[in-house]
């Protein structure tokens, strides 16, 4: 393949990450990006990279394999990755971000870029005669959908995926919280709101008697069931919530010594402590019940809500049929679809996709064999997930140990296996690593582009 210039729909995490390994490579990008210009019902700022659902980007534990998978990305060299850290905020085990921060710098490492230059309108130009990726995410424009639709042949699968509300820290009751990380793992960053079962009672009522806000007609209720909207848990069982986000399990309340009958996470959005978010509260109520329920928790009552939840329609293709594990399109010639897209949840595997279709087109216009993940690693996983599993079920998924091939051997605990699944997997990235290496030393590649 040969091209003096690859094409990028849609400046989120995966087409910045692709974008990023293009460039540094030597390979000239036109990235296109339709906000501010045009909208989506979720984004507010027509920054790159912006963080619309949470702040977490998950686990830094290597034993997790969301830690697993951040790793990888490090030692593949990850821009987005790498900017995660710089703007980091205390939140436990877990790599949050300031969410203002973390786009502001990936905005200015991506238009500074000489090899990168960054086109603020919609894509529409699918047929065009050079490598594209597809990388516009699960808000993708109705005429960029349907472009996709009449290349792949068959309709879109999709999901709806919900937003938390976020609360001013100054607007929490503080003598009714307790700070605390579940299971004392962390710093105990997250703000605790226990509810008693009176309490429990009284809200998980008010949360059945609520109304979420209408769906359009041709829409049908297909939601991921890893962010399930907490009314639609509710629904499911008067426990339901006690074995999902309000679960009490791992927490102490010091204020009594016991464990609270449910309890609500806050987590900080941002570094100074100043915005938290409600962990696992994604939610489709409409505005005005948001607020009366949620401030039934104790602790909430005066709250006040700087963004409250909200629902979107997330996209994305039957990637078993349509991909093959360099995230080419089959049957085309040159044609690459990356992120959320592709059947993966979560910021980080988005990343990682974009990193694969950055890396795999820049070994097709080089002439050189694409690098591969094996199931080993969580990168090959993630792959083998999306391109083999039966067409009549594919759903988005996160990375998870299930997904990695199994390791041989007796070890004296989970934790002392999973290392060695990571230490394992680190081995064979960094082989990978060095086969992607940039040998030639270039120039600056900030500047104005040539």
Same mark, same amino acid.
């Given at each position: 393949?040969a091209?003096?210039?690859?094409?990028?729909?849609?400046?989120?995490?995966?087409?910045?990450?692709?974008?990023w390994?293009?460039?540094?490579?030597?390979?000239k990008?036109?990235?296109?990006?339709?906000r501010?210009?045009?909208?989506t019902?979720?984004?507010?700022?027509?920054?790159?990279a912006?963080?619309?659902?949470? $702040?977490?980007?998950k686990?830094?534990?290597?034993?997790?394999a969301?830690?697993?998978?951040?790793?990888?990305?490090?030692?593949?060299?990850?821009?987005?990755?790498?900017?995660?850290?710089?703007?980091?905020?205390?939140?436990?085990?877990?790599?949050?971000?300031?969410?203002?921060?973390? =786009?502001?710098i990936v905005?200015?490492e991506?238009s500074?870029n000489r090899n990168?230059?960054?086109? +603020?309108?919609?894509f !529409?130009?699918?047929?065009?005669?050079?490598?594209i990726?597809?990388? =516009?995410g699960?808000?993708t424009?109705e +005429?960029?959908?349907?472009?996709l639709?009449? #290349?792949?042949?068959?309709?879109h699968?999709?999901f709806y995926?919900?937003?938390?509300?976020?609360?001013?820290?100054e607007?929490?009751?503080?003598k009714?919280?307790?700070?605390?990380?579940?299971?004392?793992?962390?710093?105990?960053?997250?703000?605790?709101?226990?509810?008693n079962?009176?309490?429990?009672?009284n809200?998980? $009522?008010?949360?059945?008697? /609520?109304?979420p806000?209408?769906?359009?007609?041709?829409e049908d209720?297909?939601?991921?069931?890893?962010c399930?909207?907490?009314e639609?848990?509710?629904?499911?069982?008067?426990?339901?919530?006690?074995?999902?986000?309000?679960?009490?399990?791992? #927490?102490?309340?010091?204020?009594?010594?016991?464990m609270?009958y449910?309890?609500?996470?806050l987590?900080?959005?941002?570094?100074r402590?100043?915005?938290?978010?409600?962990?696992g509260?994604? !939610?489709?109520?409409?505005h005005?019940?948001?607020?009366?329920?949620?401030?039934?928790i104790?602790?909430l009552?005066?709250?006040e809500?700087?963004?409250?939840? /909200?629902?979107?329609?997330?996209?994305?293709? $039957?990637?078993?049929?349509?991909?093959?594990r360099?995230l080419?399109?089959?049957g085309t010639?040159?044609?690459y679809?990356?992120?959320?897209?592709?059947?993966?949840?979560?910021y980080?595997?988005?990343i990682a996709?974009g990193?694969?279709?950055?890396?795999?087109v820049?070994?097709?216009?080089?002439g050189?064999?694409p690098?591969?993940?094996?199931?080993? !690693?969580?990168?090959?996983?993630?792959?083998?997930?999306? !391109?083999?599993?039966p067409?009549?079920?594919f759903?988005?998924?996160?990375?998870?140990?299930g997904? &990695?091939?199994?390791i041989k051997?007796r070890?004296? /605990?989970?934790?002392?296996k999973r290392?060695a699944?990571? @230490?394992?997997?680190?081995k064979?990235?960094?082989?990978i690593?060095r086969?992607?290496? &940039?040998? @030639?030393?270039?120039?600056?590649s900030?500047?104005n582009?040539?």
């Amino acid at each position: 393949m040969a091209s003096d210039e690859v094409y990028i729909a849609g400046g989120g995490l995966a087409g910045c990450e692709a974008s990023w390994q293009l460039a540094k490579r030597g390979i000239k990008v036109k990235l296109y990006e339709m906000r501010p210009e045009m909208m989506t019902p979720a984004h507010t700022t027509g920054d790159l990279a912006e963080l619309v659902c949470s $702040n977490s980007l998950k686990s830094r534990d290597q034993t997790t394999a969301p830690g697993m998978l951040k790793a990888e990305l490090n030692a593949l060299g990850s821009l987005l990755i790498s900017i995660a850290g710089k703007s980091s905020i205390p939140a436990g085990t877990a790599l949050a971000v300031d969410r203002k921060r973390f =786009s502001r710098i990936v905005t200015r490492e991506i238009s500074e870029n000489r090899n990168i230059k960054v086109v +603020r309108e919609e894509f !529409t130009d699918i047929d065009s005669h050079r490598p594209i990726i597809i990388a =516009s995410g699960p808000l993708t424009s109705e +005429r960029l959908s349907t472009q996709l639709r009449d #290349l792949l042949g068959s309709k879109h699968l999709y999901f709806y995926d919900a937003i938390s509300p976020t609360v001013t820290a100054e607007s929490i009751d503080m003598k009714k919280v307790f700070k605390a990380s579940r299971y004392d793992k962390g710093e105990g960053y997250y703000i605790n709101c226990p509810l008693n079962k009176e309490e429990y009672d009284n809200f998980y $009522n008010a949360l059945l008697r /609520s109304h979420p806000f209408p769906k359009w007609e041709f829409e049908d209720d297909k939601f991921f069931e890893g962010c399930l909207p907490i009314e639609e848990l509710a629904a499911r069982g008067e426990d339901a919530l006690r074995f999902g986000p309000m679960k009490p399990v791992g #927490l102490k309340d010091p204020r009594t010594g016991k464990m609270p009958y449910a309890v609500v996470q806050l987590r900080p959005e941002d570094k100074r402590g100043k915005l938290y978010n409600m962990v696992g509260f994604q !939610t489709r109520l409409n505005h005005r019940e948001q607020e009366e329920v949620f401030r039934l928790i104790p602790a909430l009552r005066e709250a006040e809500f700087v963004r409250l939840g /909200s629902s979107h329609r997330n996209t994305y293709i $039957n990637s078993p049929r349509h991909l093959d594990r360099t995230l080419l399109v089959k049957g085309t010639d040159g044609i690459y679809i990356a992120g959320q897209l592709v059947g993966v949840e979560g910021y980080v595997e988005s990343i990682a996709m974009g990193l694969v279709a950055g890396l795999s087109v820049w070994a097709a216009i080089s002439g050189k064999e694409p690098p591969y993940f094996p199931p080993t !690693t969580a990168i090959g996983a993630l792959l083998r997930y999306i !391109t083999t599993v039966p067409d009549g079920s594919f759903q988005p998924m996160n990375i998870n140990f299930g997904l &990695i091939d199994s390791i041989k051997g007796r070890y004296k /605990s989970k934790k002392e296996k999973r290392l060695a699944y990571y @230490r394992r997997s680190i081995k064979e990235i960094e082989v990978i690593a060095r086969a992607i290496e &940039i040998k @030639r030393k270039t120039k600056s590649s900030k500047g104005n582009r040539d």
